[in-house]
């Protein structure tokens, strides 16, 4: 399967805290990307991390990948109730010249007021 | 203005129904996609057009038809509905300069 996984499923915090999300993937990677996906509508495009770099920052996000472990992370630091959302990475692959991104269940994320 | 507009938002239909979605982008992308989101969240990728040609295709029934009458329109056709088709589908686009998507805000398609 070239399914992504993402860690934990399921994530619960307090607003002010931080939130942590893992990321797996199994394919070679020409970047990697993170969206958001709040309930009922579309997914909305966080960041994106080249293959070539190993941490990238926007706001309060902060986004690291590690190739060699086929892995990434997605921090919010001082979380608010607004980014209750599910949070999905997508890897980038030029596999076979299928460029396409590849998706997993994503990290459904709540953050109680 | 929306980005990457899909029509309709929610779609019920009964089953052997034939029906499409559109979808139109105004930013000028040339990349467009179709993707299905079952109940469990999973995203599987259907279609992919450039620039007006197919360049993915993955495996669908082949009651799935995307008709792409120009780069900033994807539209996709189903025939002969089945329950399991049930899902919200999304379109996007991607500039061949950038790697980010833009979706579209969903259909929810309910098949009884």
């Known amino acids: 399967s070239q399914q992504g996984e993402e860690d934990p499923q399921a994530l619960s915090i307090q607003e002010g805290e931080n939130a942590t999300m893992n990321c797996s993937y199994k394919?070679?990677?020409?970047?990697l990307q993170w969206y958001r996906q709040n309930s009922g509508r579309g997914l909305v495009h966080l960041i994106l991390i080249r293959s070539n770099e190993r941490e990238k920052h926007s706001g309060r996000l902060r986004v690291t990948l590690d190739t060699s472990k086929k892995s990434s992370s997605l921090l919010i630091t001082a979380s608010r109730a607004a980014d209750t959302a599910s949070y999905f990475c997508?890897?980038?692959?030029?596999?076979?010249?299928?460029?396409?991104?590849?998706w997993g269940l994503g990290t459904s994320l709540a953050v109680n007021p | 203005d929306t980005a990457v507009s899909q029509t309709p938002k929610y779609l019920v239909t009964q089953m052997g129904n034939d029906k499409s979605i559109k979808c139109e982008q105004n930013l000028g992308h040339d990349t467009m996609y179709w993707y299905k989101q079952d109940s469990k969240k999973f995203l599987k990728i259907m279609f992919s057009?450039?620039?007006?040609?197919?360049?993915i295709n993955e495996t669908v029934p082949n009651r799935f038809s995307p008709k792409s009458p120009d780069k900033a329109h994807l539209n996709l056709h189903i025939n002969s509905l089945e329950l399991g088709d049930s899902a919200v589908y999304f379109c996007a686009s991607r500039s061949s300069r950038a790697h980010g998507y833009t979706f579209g805000s969903g259909t929810r398609l309910t098949v009884v």
């Open positions: 394919t070679s990677i020409n970047n």
């Open positions: 057009y450039n620039n007006k040609e197919l360049i």
């Open positions: 997508a890897p980038f692959t030029n596999a076979g010249n299928n460029r396409k991104l590849i």
